[in-house]
């Protein structure tokens, strides 16, 4: 059974850094595409970008473009997702989640992270 | 990026209705499109994939028409489970993006 586990929900003050984390099992990691997604109130799901765990190769949404790092450590199936400075307007559930191979849709999700960024 | 428009928004239906709900793109994204259920508290989870292709393990009640810019989804017999919230999403260019979401109440 494919899974993908995320990391707990996180607080943290404006301008701090954070990691979140995407475990997956039941496949083989580094052959899907692993996207991100946020999810807020406003603006509903958004696309953020996906990486290609076998080789790192990442393409960001022009939104989220700099302001988000992608990762991946195949050795424990995982990716991450990171801010380096966080803003209050990156309060939000981030979802990792799967992209199926032709077609290109996305048929696993994790369980979501919430990212509070308060002062 | 391709903007998708979903109606309506909110939707009240009863158990056993059969209830539509359409997604439109702003531009032909042939037959990229993916429809999702998600419930509170919950992840996204696909349902239908390449317009019409339901996802395994999807009852039959739900379905899904459409090519370019017009699609909808259909549920045949609405049941106590599908109350929830339904988001389109197209996968044709690049980046993909999501209609807003229309949620279905109970009447």
């Known amino acids: 059974e494919v899974q993908l586990v995320q990391s707990g929900a996180e607080v943290r003050k404006p301008g701090e850094s954070l990691k979140i984390s995407c475990k997956a099992s039941?496949?083989?990691?580094?052959?899907?595409?692993i996207a991100w997604v946020r999810q807020t109130p406003v603006k509903g799901l958004e696309y953020m970008g996906i990486?290609?765990?076998?080789?790192?190769?990442?393409r960001y949404s022009p939104s989220f473009q700099g302001q988000v790092t992608f990762s991946v450590d195949k050795s424990i199936n995982t990716a991450y997702l990171q801010w380096s400075s966080l803003r209050a307007s990156d309060t939000a559930i981030y979802y990792c989640?799967?992209?199926?191979?032709?077609?290109?849709?996305?048929?696993?999700w994790g369980q979501g992270t919430l990212v509070t960024v308060s002062s | 990026d391709i903007q998708m428009t979903q109606s309506p928004s909110t939707l009240s239906a009863s158990v056993g209705d059969r209830v539509t709900i359409t997604c439109r793109a702003s531009?032909?994204?042939?037959?990229?499109l993916a429809w999702y259920q998600q419930k509170p508290g919950k992840a996204p989870k696909a349902l239908i994939y390449?317009?019409?292709t339901l996802e395994s393990g999807v009852p039959s009640r739900f379905s899904g028409s459409g090519s370019g810019t017009e699609f909808t989804l259909t549920i045949s017999s609405l049941q106590p489970d599908d109350f929830a919230t339904y988001y389109c999403?197209?996968?044709?260019?690049?980046?993909?993006?999501f209609g807003q979401g229309s949620k279905l109440e109970i009447k």
């Open positions: 989640a799967r992209r199926s191979v032709a077609p290109e849709y996305f048929d696993s």
């Open positions: 039941g496949y083989i990691f580094s052959t899907y595409w």
């Open positions: 990486i290609y765990p076998d080789d790192s190769d990442t």
């Open positions: 531009q032909s994204i042939n037959r990229w």
């Open positions: 390449k317009a019409s």
């Open positions: 999403q197209q996968y044709d260019s690049y980046p993909d993006t």
